[in-house]
Each structure stands twice: as structure tokens, then as C-alpha cells.
């Protein structure tokens, strides 16, 4: 269907890779912030800029672990609800 409107499950399924993909590269963050060494610096980048600001090293390992998480429990709510679809 060139150049028509995707179908549901075709949006859904975009939705799902992305959303797969946004959990790998969290994962690779909640990673890289584990094994920094205590006395490293880390900096958030203000939104919508190339602004950085020191942040605490705990706190934004933790605000992304918090992050992942959300993440992953989308993604299951997704899965569980294509499994209803299916079921039906």
C-alpha cells in the first residue's frame, strides 16, 4: 500500500522497535554510569541546548535506572496487550 496510512499493528510494531531500541541505549547509559569510577565527573546536558551542568554521579544513575525501568514496563504492557489481541 504505497503512500497509504499504515495499519494499527504496523504503528504499534514501530512502536515497539522503537521503544526496544530506547531501552538498549538506557541500558548502555545505566552501564557506562555504574562502572565510572567515584571521583569522575558527570554532566547533564540542559534540554534543547548544548548547555552542560555537574550533576551528582548517584543521583543520575539512579534517575536512569528509574528511567529504564519505566521503559521496560511500557514494554511489557505492549507485549501483554499483543498477546490479548491475539488470544481473541
Do not use: C, H
Not at 530506547?22 to 547509559?29: G, H, L, N, P, W
Not at 552501564?31 to 547533564?44: A, F, H, M, Q, T
Request: avoid cysteine; hydrophobic fraction near 25%.
Amino acid at each position: 500500500m504505497p503512500g497509504g496510512a499504515p495499519r494499527p499493528e504496523e504503528g504499534a510494531a514501530r512502536g515497539k522497535d522503537e521503544l526496544g531500541s530506547r531501552i538498549k541505549e538506557q541500558k548502555i547509559v545505566v552501564d557506562e554510569l555504574s562502572n565510572l569510577k567515584k571521583n569522575r565527573k558527570v554532566y547533564r546536558q540542559q534540554q534543547n541546548s548544548n548547555i552542560f551542568f555537574l550533576a551528582d554521579r548517584t543521583e543520575m544513575l539512579s534517575e536512569n535506572k528509574n528511567i529504564l525501568d519505566e521503559l521496560k514496563k511500557e514494554y511489557q504492557e505492549i507485549e501483554n496487550s499483543e498477546k490479548t489481541k491475539v488470544k481473541k
